[in-house]
DNA sequence: GCAAAAATGATTGACGTACCTCAAGCATTA
DNA sequence: TAATGCTTGAGGTACGTCAATCATTTTTGC
C-alpha cells in the first residue's frame, strides 16, 4: 500500500508534474478541460496531498497574535497561561504565537495594540474583544491588508472578523437557565444576574440564554436587571450584597462571567437560599461547590480553544478546509459530585 | 525571525550535523559528554525538530486499526460513522485506517479479528473490548509482537495496553447520580440501573460512580440490582417494564448505556413519575428530552474519541509526548434546554 | 606508547511538494 | 503568414530530517 504522489496523479492523467502543480495550488495557466481531467485522475487515485511536504516545500512559516484581556480573572489568566503553553506544540508545525495582554473593557487598547506592530503584522489575529464599532473598523483594517481576523471568546458581529472561536453563550446560557428552573424549589422569586458589562457579546448572549428558558418555561420566576461588575470582584460583591439586602425574593443567581469571587462572597454572607450556577473553575468556585454556595459551574475549556484558534487561524492561512465537529468548542458543566 | 535547525545546533555544539542527529534519534555511538552539549546547544537555541520534515524523510506510514463494537446501537453506529470520516484527515498525515466490527460482548470475536490479520498488524489497534482473560492475553500478544495497543470506550484494566482513551467513566456516573439527587424531590424511594453487561467495564464504572453519589449524599435513596439488557432494546423494555409494574416506588432510573430506546418505551408506559437519565444523544433520547420522559442525557463525543485515539496511536508509534489536556474526552450534559 | 575500539566528521541521496525558469506547442487574431 | 498569448512540458532547486557510508580522530585497554 504505496503512498499517491502527485507524480502518479500526472502519470494517470497524462499530463506533466508541472500542470498537476498548477492545478493543485491553483496557479493560472491550465485549461478548465486539462483542470477537469487532472482532478479526476486525483479522484480515480485517491489522491491526497502530503500536508507535512507541502509546508516543508514551502518553506512557510506563520505568526499569530493573541489579544487578550488583562487582570486577574481566573479566566482570562488560565487562558493567558494556554496561549504560552501552547507555543511548543505550535512550533513543530511552524507556527510562531505571540500575545498582548490589553486592559479590560477597553477597546481603544486593542486598537493601539494592534497599531504597535506597525507593518508586522504577520498572518492572522485572534482577538478577544468588546463589542465597538472601533474594532469593526480595526478589523476590517487588517482583513484589508490581507490579515485573517478571528474574534475570540467574545464576538463581534457584523465585523469582517472571518470566524468567531468560542461558545456557544446562548447554548450556555440556556444550560444556565435549564439548571436553576430544576434547583430551585420556591413556587416563586426573582433570579439575579451579574455580569461583567454589556459591551461584552458573551455575556450579553449568555444573559440571552438565560431569558429564554425563563420565560418560555419559568413564568414564576422573574429575571432582574443585570448587575455589571466591570470584571472586578470586590464591585460585584458591594453590588450584590445591596441588592440581596433590599431584596429577599431572589431565589436564585446566575454569574455570567467576571467577579466570581466578590459573587461567592455576597452569595455566602445573604441569609437567602439561593441556587447559584457561575462560570470558571477556580479556586474559589471549586470550594463554594464543595460548601454548597454554588450548585453548578458552567467552563469552557481554554486549552481548547487555543488549540482551536490556532488550527483555524492556520486553515485559514492555508485555506484549508475546517474541521466542523473538531472546533466545536463544549460547555462543561461542573458540580460537586463530578469535580475533576 | 528564522527557524533554528539541526544544522545550527551542530555549529552552536560545535559537533558536525551527523553527531546531533545521532543525538536526535538516540542512536549509539555519541559520548555522553557529547550528548551533554548537544542538547544544550539545543536548549539555548530553543531548537524544536520539524516533525513534518521528519516523517517525510524517514518515509513512514503508520496504519491503525479499529475494532469496534458492530450493532446499531446509536452511540456505535456514530462511532463507526466517525472512524470513517477520519480516514481523509489520518491521510494528510500518512496515517491508514483500518476498521473492523464484531458482535458485541463476544471477546473471541475481537481475539479472531485480530487473528483475521495474520501478519499484518500494522502499527496499532484500538479496540472496543469487554474486560476478559482471553482480551488480556490477546493484548499482550500484541504487543509482544510490537504492535501499540489502547483500549477504547471501554477500558481492560491490568492488560498491557498502553493507554485507555475515552471518558472518566465513574465521573459519568457521578455526574448522573449529581443529577438524580436534585431532580428527584420524592423523599424516598428506588434508583433503577439499566446496563448493557457486567463485562463492559464502563458500564460498571458508570454504576460505581452512580452509586458512590447514592451512598454519600441520599441516605434516602436505595439503587436497585441493574438490569443488564445486552445491548438489545426489546430486551431492555421487557426487563425494566417488569420491574417498574412490580415496583412502584422507582422513582429514578440511569441508563448506564445500550438499548436506550427501550428504556424510553418502558418509562413511558410506566405510571411512576420517574426522573431518568440515560446516555446517546440519538433522535429516540432528543425527543424524550423535548416531551419530558427523559431529564438529561450525558454524552461523549466520539468525533473526538477517534481523532483522540489517532493522535494517541500515532504519538506511541513516533514515542513523542502526549498533550494530556488534549486527549481528556469530556462529557457533555445535554437537557431540553441546551439541545443542540 | 601502541593497537583496537569507539566516537565523530563529512558527505550524500532520499522523502513529496512548491515554485521557478525556459522552451516548445498550439490556437487565435490581425 | 506572422505575431501574439495562452497552455503545457521538462527540469531543476529548496525545504529539514533521516539514514547510511566511509574517512578520520579520539579514547581506551594493555
Redesign the interface.
Known sequence: ?T?VTAQDVAEEAGVSLATVDRVLNKRKGVRDKTIERVTQAMDRLNF??????A??ARGR?Y?FTFIVTAGETAFFSDLRGEIEAAR??A????V?LRMVAVPPLDPQAIVDAIDSFGDDLGDGFAIVSVESQAMREAIKALRDKGVHVITFISDVPNSERQRFVGIDNV?AG??A???L???I?APKGDVAVVAGSGTLRDHVERRMGLEQ?MRA?CPHLTVLPWIEGEESGPLVEQKLSKLLAENPNVVGLYSVGGGTKGVIGAIEAAPQEISVVTTELSDHTRAALIAGTV?AVLVQ?P??EV?SAVRVLKALADETII?E??ERI????F????L?
Do not use: C, W, Y
Open positions: 500500500m503512498r491526497v496531498r502530503d500536508q507535512a511536504a509546508n516543508l512559516t505568526t511548543d506544540f512550533a513543530k508545525e511552524r510562531a447554548a440556556r444550560v437557565g435549564g439548571l428552573k430544576r434547583f424549589s428558558v418555561e450548585d475549556d486549552s481548547h488549540r474541521n465537529k473538531q463544549r460547555i462543561e458543566i458540580m460537586r459530585d463530578n475533576p
